[in-house]
């Protein structure tokens, strides 16, 4: 099941804030067809849906649609604070490999034949590195 490090938490309540969510809303994590590796996250702030894997950590949420999760299963969502690299970060244990900033992703066995999940359009996919003026969940 996905998880959240604690420093990923105390990122996501102080993001949660300054957007002045409410309550309902944390952190959604998702995959779609993209990157250099096949697949990419994308995160945006969203209330959970019917069916979401949800994560409750310190008061905040993590939700995975169900398309998603074969996908991410064990994975961790950490956040770097870095100046070159800053913001949340997936760390999938089940990818067969990542490219290398980290934000697309070949799946491993278990999510091969997995239906890809939908496009989420409004969601912000993770860039890479050398993404110029890329969107960014920070």
Request: hydrophobic residues 40%.
């Amino acid at each position: 099941m996905a998880d959240l490090t604690p420093g990923a938490v105390q990122a996501l309540k102080e993001l949660l804030e300054r957007k002045k969510a409410d309550a309902t809303k944390g952190l959604r994590l998702l995959v779609q067809k993209g990157g250099c590796a096949g697949y990419q996250y994308a995160m945006k702030i969203d209330s959970g849906r019917e069916g979401d894997l949800v994560v409750e950590r310190g008061g905040v949420r993590l939700f995975v649609d169900t398309a998603s999760v074969a996908f991410v299963g064990d994975s961790v969502v950490d956040f770097s604070d870095s100046l070159t690299d800053g913001g949340f970060k997936v760390v999938n244990p089940a990818a067969a490999r990542s490219c290398g900033c980290g934000s697309s992703f070949e799946p491993g066995a278990a999510a091969a034949e997995a239906p890809p999940p939908p496009v989420d359009k409004e969601a912000a996919a993770m860039p890479c590195a050398s993404d110029e003026g890329a969107a960014t969940t920070r």
